[in-house]
């Protein structure tokens, strides 16, 4: 893996905080000398993803660029093949192909709810990108710091992603978790990481524990909101297993269907949390397990149950 030492100064940037380790890149906060601002470097590195991340570096209790700590859920990358899906790592040229989709991604798009790709850097070693530097803490830090959460920041992304959808600027998200959502200090909510779409490769990079199902449309991210409303609720995941056994399988068929008919079988939220609305524990039945439920439903849903809270 490619570390960055704190106070290196590489194209311009000066390196001062191990931010933390996504599927297949670190992020670092840095200053641009040249105008003063804080940036965050994106540094690519083949060093595996997901699951695999423990079978190269150590689980630490806090985040540093020699380990990986509780709190990281890293991405991994999802290769479609002719019988279903394998989950692998890349290698240095799929990393640099995945961040250039990532950069074509975020300067295609232009909202206050997604973060800004201010520069790409590929040719030379360590491959990076320089974002924006979102301050404010990422939804996984609030919930591990048991800070009031709102559905209205849920709500804020539903319909920024709709926004982005309509005007043909992100498809959808792809990989979207609590450690991919920023809230600001002003209560604006961001979100970093889009999943990244190696068309060449007929890959993804995405977090199966949050799109079980290895969905490449919105209702991924329908999907993970639902289970992040899920686990904020329980304390816990509604799937452990995952992906799905038949992620990926076109074919369908009454064995799949079975398939699919058992993995839903989860516990409902109110089993595990007494004080579980029932509307809003509908919601989240509605986001992980209906297929014509959409962004556009799940708006209304929350819009309404928000309005009689």
Avoid at 53 to 82: H, K, Q
Avoid at 108 to 113: F, V
């Amino acid at each position: 893996m490619m570390k960055l030492g704190l106070g290196e100064v590489i194209r311009g940037y000066r390196v001062d905080q191990f931010l933390g380790r996504g599927g297949f890149a670190s992020v670092y906060l840095a200053l641009d000398e040249r105008t003063g601002e804080k940036v965050a470097l994106k540094v690519g590195h083949p060093s595996g993803g997901g699951r695999q991340v423990t079978r190269l570096i150590d689980v630490t209790a806090r985040r540093t660029p020699e380990g990986i700590s509780p709190d990281e859920l890293p991405a991994e990358a999802v290769f479609f093949e002719a019988n279903g899906v394998r989950i692998d790592l890349l290698d240095g040229n799929e990393v640099r192909a995945a961040l250039r989709d990532e950069a074509e991604r975020l300067r295609a798009a232009d909202s206050p709810n997604l973060v800004r790709c201010r520069e790409v850097l590929l040719d030379d070693n360590p491959p990076m990108l320089v974002l924006d530097h979102v301050r404010g803490k990422t939804l996984r830090e609030k919930i591990r710091g048991l800070e009031g959460i709102h559905l209205n920041w849920f709500l804020a992304l539903v319909r920024a992603l709709i926004s982005l959808q309509e005007s043909s600027q992100l498809e959808y998200h792809g990989d979207l978790k609590p450690e991919n959502i920023v809230i600001k200090p002003s209560g604006k909510v961001v979100m970093l990481d889009p999943a990244m779409r190696m068309s060449s490769q007929g890959a993804i990079t995405t977090t199966p524990h949050y799109n079980p199902l290895l969905l490449t449309e919105s209702r991924a991210d329908v999907m993970a909101i639902g289970i992040m409303i899920y686990e904020i609720l329980t304390g816990t995941l509604p799937f452990d297993e995952v992906p799905w056994e038949y992620a990926g399988n076109r074919t369908g068929g009454e064995t799949v269907r079975l398939s699919l008919s058992f993995f839903y079988s989860y516990c409902p939220p109110q089993m595990l949390n007494a004080k579980t609305p029932p509307d809003l524990e509908r919601i989240v039945y509605r986001c992980i397990t209906v297929p014509t439920y959409g962004l556009h439903e799940l708006k209304a849903d929350l819009e309404e149950f928000i309005g009689r809270a």
